[in-house]
C-alpha cells in the first residue's frame, strides 16, 4: 500500500452505464405473453415495432428512458445479470407502478467503430 499514492471514487451520482451500452435493438416483452423490438439510435431517436414506431430516448442513471410520441414511457434497466423492461402508460409518473414489467435482452448489439 505504501506504493499507492492516492485512490480515486466514482462519484455514485455519475452512470457507471454509458450510451453506448444500450444502442442496438432489445426484444422486450408486451405485457400479453407476447414481443415487439425497440431499437435505440445514436442521434437519440428511438423506433418500435409495435403501436406508435417513434420515440426518443436518454440515459438516465444507470437506465434508460424512452418517450413514445402515443405518450407511453418505457424503461430498461440492468436487474441481476439481466434487463427488465418497464411500461408506463401515458400521464403516470416514472416513480409510479408501471403499467407492466417484462423481460428485456439486447439481440443486435450496435457496435461502435474505433477511430485511429
Do not use: C
Amino acid at each position: 500500500m505504501a506504493e499507492v499514492a492516492r485512490v480515486e471514487y466514482k462519484d455514485l451520482t455519475q452512470p457507471t452505464i454509458g450510451t453506448d451500452y444500450f444502442l442496438g435493438v432489445w426484444e422486450v416483452g408486451d405485457g400479453n405473453s407476447g414481443s415487439f423490438l425497440i431499437k435505440l439510435e445514436p442521434n437519440g431517436e428511438a423506433a418500435r415495432s409495435l403501436g406508435a414506431s417513434h420515440g426518443t430516448w436518454a440515459v438516465v442513471g444507470e437506465e434508460v428512458r424512452v418517450s413514445w410520441d402515443d405518450g407511453w414511457h418505457d424503461v430498461i434497466r440492468k436487474v441481476g445479470d439481466g434487463h427488465e423492461k418497464f411500461a408506463f402508460a401515458p400521464g403516470i409518473a416514472l416513480d409510479d407502478k408501471a403499467a407492466n414489467v417484462t423481460a428485456a435482452r439486447k439481440i443486435e448489439p450496435k457496435k461502435t467503430e474505433s477511430k485511429r
